[in-house]
């Protein structure tokens, strides 16, 4: 039997700016629901990319003295590098400036125009460049500002297309009024049906008064409106209108489909898209969901008011888990979040350290103790507080599944997080301890042993779509093999036994709350482009002594926090060499051990050893840094013992 599809697509980004954490979340949030839905045996297509061409990514270029095709370029590289640092599943990444879209975008709009869904005419306007969008006069708010934006407008006349929206108004009416499920959540839902109750005026598609966009093949003095272009991507991406559309058949003629987009652009997606389709006669089968906004402390992040926060950062600091987990959770459903350095380290502490990571330390731990690392089901034993976590689990499993369908995400977290908090709370009633002093008890023993590793291994394959490396560093430790972290094994008892690591690992350890707290405020505030300092033209490295330099690249292949130093990490990398090198670096406030480990880098070899608080260091790894961060320098297509130069 073929599997059921699902498709699911982030906006595509305006490369005008470096990403932020808000822009972050629609993406994390796409690849939660996808590898939940792969989780469930979908075959599932993630989309994302870049939206380049209108007047602003033209002026962004002209203010950076370089081409906006390079611009885009360099921006979509940058913006493939953060998706692919943050392990984003995405199957494709469309550019707005590629040919397979460009060309789509040019039939698509000669299309509309035979069929006289587009016509040519003459438009005067309030033009807010930004939202790039065209305003009556009454729409605009106070000294003729932007209703969407609050910036400054342009008056501006031009000679025009226009898509003929109130042809379809009473379609898109009915279908929203006979498809509730259409747009979530509910508030946005009923936004988008008063705003066509008030009528929907036609389009402006096209303009005249710049360059930098896809020209209208019958009249290239004008290029076609940004997001019509822009829409397009969804369908142009599958391949739509081209000899080449088996995607578009499988994938936008499947089973779902799904277009996440933050609550600022709903109406484009909610009217304008649905209409296009209309209009080209292919099925509205998607689903909206407009997501709230994060904000700072103060309200809006902005560079100016210092609150703007860059996923790298939050990464290379505290991990990615860290941050999926607190973008996934702290955004409720319909509203808007706050991202501050406080929740950011306390939810790191309370729910991750303490709650999960704890429970799991302390199972593995008991099991060690008491069977030595090895337990079966005991299917004679089953006491009161037994039967209510194994239904807590059935009900967690349910909720969380239905919480995910309707894009709940945080929702789902809490569910799993109540039932983290009910097994912490089984190991009180059942207080294993006191069981151990009893050798006649030891059935009763194994039994509350089985009971936690068995709630952790369900909370394990809940957590797959959220949390990658944690989940699997769950199973790792618990011992689960393949077959039981699947949605099939997702029932209490699924498996008869357990067979744990010695020792465990936290999977999150515990920060000083108080000065990480500190710390991560001095980022977001300082946050800016570094000062650039002079090269020193009186004291100049000749060839030779950079040749003195022995630079090779290295694979590290463990990495473990210094013993006795809290800015070091010990580090082994192999460098090519018969035996690994030692390096201590003072990277431990940037990078975990964990993300290190398989990373290959730049390696100085022939530096003099020395000892750093009692461990030896024979090199040194090269990275960047500026006054927030600091990166290691890493490659992917070299191998160990392979020259720098
Ligand atoms: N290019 C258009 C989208 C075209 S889709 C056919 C665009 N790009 S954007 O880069 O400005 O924004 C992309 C997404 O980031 C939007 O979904 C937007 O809502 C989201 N976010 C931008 N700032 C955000 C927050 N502070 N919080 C959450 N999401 C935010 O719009």
Same mark, same amino acid.
């Given at each position: 039997m073929s599997r059921?599809?699902?498709?699911?697509?982030?906006?595509?980004?305006?490369?005008?700016?470096?990403?932020?954490?808000?822009?972050?979340?629609?993406?994390?949030?796409?690849?939660?629901?996808?590898?939940?839905?792969?989780?469930?045996?979908?075959?599932?297509?993630?989309?994302t990319g870049m939206d380049e061409h209108g007047k602003k990514i033209e002026t962004v270029a002209?203010?950076?003295?370089?081409?906006?095709?390079?611009?885009?370029?360099?921006?979509?590289?940058?913006?493939?590098?953060?998706?692919d640092r943050l392990e984003i599943s995405y199957d494709d990444f469309i550019r707005t400036t590629e040919k397979r879209h460009k060309t789509v975008v040019q039939k698509i709009f000669e299309q509309l125009l035979d069929q006289g869904d587009i016509y040519l005419g003459h438009y005067e306007g309030y033009y807010c460049m930004p939202c790039e969008s065209f305003f009556t006069?009454?729409?605009l708010g106070e000294n003729?500002?932007?209703?969407?934006?609050?910036?400054?407008?342009?008056?501006?006349?031009?000679?025009?297309?226009?898509?003929?929206?109130?042809?379809?108004?009473?379609?898109?009416?009915?279908?929203?009024?006979?498809?509730?499920?259409?747009?979530?959540?509910?508030?946005?839902?009923?936004?988008?049906? &008063?705003?066509?109750?008030?009528?929907? &005026?036609?389009?402006?598609?096209?303009?005249?008064?710049?360059?930098?966009?896809?020209?209208?093949?019958?009249?290239?003095?004008?290029?076609?409106?940004?997001w019509i272009d822009a829409l397009s991507n969804y369908i142009s991406a599958l391949g739509y209108g081209t000899d080449h559309d088996e995607k578009f058949q499988k994938y936008w003629h499947g089973d779902e489909v799904v277009h996440v987009t933050g609550k600022d652009i709903l109406r484009f997606h909610a009217i304008y898209w649905p209409i296009l389709l209309m209009a080209l006669d292919i099925p509205i089968n998607f689903r909206l969901h407009a997501h709230g906004f994060y904000q700072g402390k103060e309200g809006k992040m902005s560079k100016s008011k210092g609150s703007l926060v860059y996923p790298d950062t939050i990464i290379n600091k505290y991990g990615l888990d860290e941050l999926r987990y607190f973008l996934l959770r702290e955004l409720p459903y319909?509203?808007?979040?706050?991202?501050?350095?406080?929740s950011f380290i306390e939810r790191i502490n309370y729910d991750l350290a303490n709650d999960f990571g704890n429970l799991l330390n302390r199972t593995i731990s008991m099991i060690n103790k008491y069977f030595e690392g090895n337990i079966t089901r005991q299917d004679e034993i089953s006491h009161q507080a037994d039967k209510e976590l194994e239904d807590l689990v059935e009900t967690t499993i349910k909720t969380y599944e239905e919480n995910m369908e309707n894009f709940k995400v945080s929702e789902a977290i809490k569910d799993l997080w109540r039932l983290i908090s009910r097994t912490n709370k089984y190991i009180d009633e059942t207080t294993p301890w006191i069981l151990a002093k009893d050798t006649s008890q030891k059935p009763q023993l194994q039994n509350v042993m089985y009971h936690l590793a068995e709630s952790l291994r369900i909370i394990g394959v809940l957590l797959k779509p959220l949390l990658l490396d944690a989940s699997q560093g769950l199973f790792k430790q618990l011992g689960?093999?393949?077959?039981?972290?699947?949605?099939?094994?997702?029932?209490?008892?699924?498996?008869?036994?357990?067979?744990?690591?010695?020792?465990?690992?936290?999977?999150?350890?515990?920060?000083?709350?108080?000065?990480?707290i500190e710390a991560l405020s001095a980022i977001i505030r300082g946050e800016d482009d570094p000062e650039i300092t002079p090269v020193d033209e009186?004291?100049?490295?000749?060839?030779?002594?950079?040749?003195?330099?022995?630079?090779?690249?290295?694979?590290?292949?463990?990495?473990?926090?210094?013993?006795?130093?809290?800015?070091?990490?010990?580090?082994?990398?192999d460098t090519g060499e018969k035996e690994p090198r030692q390096i201590v670096a003072g990277i431990a406030k940037h990078y975990t051990p964990e993300f290190l480990e398989g990373k290959k880098v730049v390696v100085v070899v022939n530096l003099k050893p020395v000892s750093l608080r009692g461990e030896q260091s024979e090199g040194m790894l090269l990275a960047g840094s500026n006054k927030q961060t600091l990166e290691i320098l890493t490659v992917n297509n070299l191998d160990p013992g392979d020259g720098v130069q």
């Open positions: 059921k599809t699902y498709y699911i697509t982030t906006p595509i980004y305006y490369p005008s700016g470096k990403l932020h954490i808000g822009n972050t979340y629609t993406t994390v949030l796409c690849d939660a629901l996808r590898r939940y839905k792969d989780l469930k045996g979908y075959d599932t297509y993630y989309l002209d203010e950076r003295n370089i081409a906006p095709i390079d611009h885009v370029k360099q921006m979509a590289e940058e913006t493939r590098a953060l998706w006069d009454s729409q003729h500002t932007c209703p969407d934006c609050g910036r400054e407008t342009d008056l501006l006349e031009e000679e025009s297309y226009f898509l003929k929206l109130s042809k379809y108004q009473k379609r898109l009416l009915n279908f929203i009024e006979e498809n509730p499920a259409f747009i979530t959540p509910e508030t946005r839902r009923n936004e988008v049906v &008063n705003f066509i109750k008030q009528g929907l &005026n036609d389009l402006s598609v096209s303009r005249t008064t710049f360059d930098w966009g896809i020209k209208v093949v019958s009249n290239p003095k004008h290029v076609v409106y940004v319909g509203g808007d979040g706050v991202f501050s350095p406080d689960v093999a393949d077959k039981y972290q699947t949605w099939a094994s997702l029932s209490f008892g699924e498996i008869l036994e357990f067979h744990v690591v010695k020792k465990p690992t936290p999977l999150f350890p515990r920060l000083d709350a108080e000065k990480e009186d004291n100049l490295a000749t060839i030779e002594d950079f040749n003195k330099l022995d630079l090779r690249i290295g694979k590290v292949i463990a990495a473990k926090f210094h013993p006795n130093a809290d800015k070091l990490l010990v580090i082994k990398v």
